[in-house]
């Protein structure tokens, strides 16, 4: 609950730039239609957990409504019952709160319309702008024509309206088989718009529905449902993805052809995209029924649960929607872009702690067996007012694997032997042997010497090493499981591929066990998140960890390889 708060504080701030949809809007507004009120809607289909284009559309839909103090609604449109369920509908709710929004009483489902969307369908028989049909799916898509042809004619399409109606009450009273008939606008099978050439508006599903168990066996398709939810609800601005822009024209068909009170307007913007991911919501659902991952909330996913239990913050994700901006035209948004995010958010606020994620043993010959003593640590050094804390320090340490090299070249500027270098916060050590293991010839300890007067890290004499690394006393370490994950994908050639599952990146997920943590660790409850120093934030496992058995999800580096993209970039355009 307190990210909650963190993310509903935050929602206020508005310095983003605008956008085409925001003048479009603020002009509406300018010349009072809808009275100068804004609202909008976001639509989710309960048929999958939301991802990161989710939020996308989140923001941008509860930010407008924000901005322009209007209101926006979360809608369900659950008109597929095949695919829908329940827990997708708990785990929509979820995510929006999370991200900060809140849509207040105003949350609704396309179901509750279902007497009133069967009333519209009625309405546009009685019009003769509807009928029903006998053909076969099939036959359909054959009659449709394509591109370059015209359709042809429904041989059902000159049915009396009588006629149609009774047709379709028996279609509602369930006394067809499903594909038997469908309903369908009357539109014009010449169209150059494939969407105009006589729709399906309503087709035989006879399956329980898991809002309205088995009252209907027919249901409204999504370009009908839709323009009439907006329009009961009284949306004034119906924002959608590009791919809907095809439709424009059948959703204003719809509400001009039927006495409605409203007719909101549809804008479309450009989906996101990101790199070495998926985001099409088929796609993650193979990935978590064919056990790819560990489920919709694996830390690897792109869904917002999964980037909630990585450990990514509901401002880093809001910050990095309003970045990219809202466009018409499609891109696709470097994944570096949302660690950037990340990285600007914890760095901040993150408490630093030392762990060692492969342990290298370090023995101090020359410090007293049986002492230890406790170091002030500082928990931000960009916020003092985070304070410092105690580290203990003993005789025996661990030190990172990598930061030690028995021949090193010659830029590696950690510990190698006859080298000095500061052990964070603690003292100057020097490396003096190793010790190997007689059959591997693995490095099992290395021994160094320290140097008393350089307690806290700095030498009186006023000497310097070159580098600092961080460490923690062997005594005092917590053992902790640490998971670092990789993208899901190795490139981004999604659509070209067949099979996706082709590029996923077998080595996404890595788990070390027996990580050394210092102590200050065992308070770290479920979600906390931490800078492991010169490894990285991570985040305690919503699931797995425990005060016994700490688990951590890495979230990303310390290094910003978006900044990197960047200066390449503008090099290359110097
Ligand atoms: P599908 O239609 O394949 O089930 P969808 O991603 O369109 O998936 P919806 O539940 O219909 O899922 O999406 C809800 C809303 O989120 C829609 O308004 C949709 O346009 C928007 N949306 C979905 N994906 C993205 C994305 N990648 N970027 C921006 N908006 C998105
Ligand atoms: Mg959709």
Redesign the pocket.
Known sequence: MKENNEAKNQTGETNTPTHFIQNIITEDVAQGNNNGNVVTR???????Y?????????C??FGLARDFKGKCHLRL?DTNPC?ENVEYIGSIKEDVAWLGFNWGDNCFFASDYFEQLYSFAIELIKKGKAYVCDLSAEEIREYRGTLTEPGKESPCRSRSSEENIELFQKMRAGEYANGEKTLRAKIDMTSGNLNMRDPVLYRILKVLHHRTGDKWCIYPMYDFTHCLSDSLEGITHS???L??EDHRPLYDWVLDNLETSCHPRQIE??????TNTV????KLLQLVDEKIVSGWDDPVMPTISGLRRRGYTPASIRNFCDRIGVAKRDSTVDMALLDFHIREDLNRSARRVMAVLRPLKLVIDNYPDAQSEELDAINNPEDPSMGTRQVPFSKTLYIEQEDFMEDAPKKYFRLTPGREVRLRYAYFVTCNSVVKDDTTGEITEIHCSYDPETRGGTAPDGRKVKSTIHWVSASHARDVEIRLYAHLLLDQETETKKDFKELINPAHLEVLQGCKAEPALVEAAPGDRFQFERQGYFCADTKDHTPESPVFNRIVTLRDTWKKIQNKNQKKSK
């Open positions: 976001f639509p989710p289909e309960p048929n999958g939301l991802h990161i284009g989710h939020a996308k559309s989140i941008l839909n449109d695919k924002i959608c993805t791919e809907f913007f450009a989906r996101l995209n990101l985001m099409s919501k088929r």
